[in-house]
């Protein structure tokens, strides 16, 4: 099976940082790759997929990048709705798996 | 509009069955594969298991393979996720969730809380 690995957790930040959160695959994923924010008492909702594409109606300070096994989300910009915990999730035709996490908090 | 509305909340003891639903609306319901996704207390999300109602083709996860099992009801639009003995170590929420057409999981169903006393 495929693992994913995220770092850091946890990320300590302020507002208007540019935050960075690396999500690395135990094999090469491609590009099948989303990035999800969840915040506690909530569903996930889809930020990125396909490692790069931007979910409609998510702000543009969100980016993804990467290909293979290695990929990061960057938040440009850090606002205070954007405390949160992010996770990857590797998916294809007959598993979907998530990375640990990674909770970006108040410096 | 597409909705995921998962069943309620149970309590239940070790040992008890429970089977928990995720009525769909707003889409092709057999069209689109429907996961599950289990949140234990404090922790990370872990994918269960996926269904495509089409043709009701079902994937485990290895590490739940056995231990649940998923199914689907075309004619009300509805996807399942059973126990047939609980375990303590059970209790969690679980999350329904639509899979897109490239695969990333766009809509989630609210959540179910099972709590399972030992």
């Known amino acids: 099976d495929i693992q994913m690995t995220q770092s850091p957790s946890p990320l300590s930040a302020s507002v208007g940082d540019r935050v960075t959160i690396t999500c690395r695959a135990s094999?090469?994923?491609?590009?099948?790759l989303a990035w999800y924010q969840q915040k506690p008492g909530k569903a996930p909702n889809l930020l990125i997929y396909k490692a790069s594409s931007l979910e409609s109606g998510v702000p543009s300070r969100f980016s993804g990048s990467g290909s293979g096994t290695e990929f990061t989300l960057t938040i440009s910009s850090l606002q205070p709705d954007d405390f949160a915990t992010y996770y990857c999730?590797?998916?294809?035709?007959?598993?979907?798996?998530f990375g640990g996490g990674t909770k970006v908090e108040l410096k | 509009e597409v909705q995921l509305v998962q069943s309620g909340a149970e309590v239940k003891k070790s040992g008890e069955s429970l089977k928990i639903s995720c009525k769909t609306s707003g889409y092709s319901f057999t069209t689109y594969w429907i996961a599950w996704v289990r949140q234990m207390p404090g922790k990370g999300l872990e994918w269960m298991g996926i269904i495509y109602p089409g043709d009701s083709d079902i994937k485990y996860s290895p590490s739940f393979q056995g231990q649940v099992t998923i199914s689907a009801d075309t004619s009300i639009r509805t996807a399942y996720l059973q126990w047939s003995s609980l375990k303590a170590s059970d209790t969690a929420i679980y999350y329904c969730?639509?899979?897109?057409?490239?695969?990333?999981?766009?809509?989630w169903g609210q959540g179910t809380l099972v709590t399972v006393s030992s």
């Open positions: 094999q090469s994923v491609s590009r099948w």
């Open positions: 969730a639509r899979q897109g057409p490239v695969g990333a999981i766009g809509y």
């Open positions: 999730q590797h998916y294809n035709s007959s598993s979907l798996t």
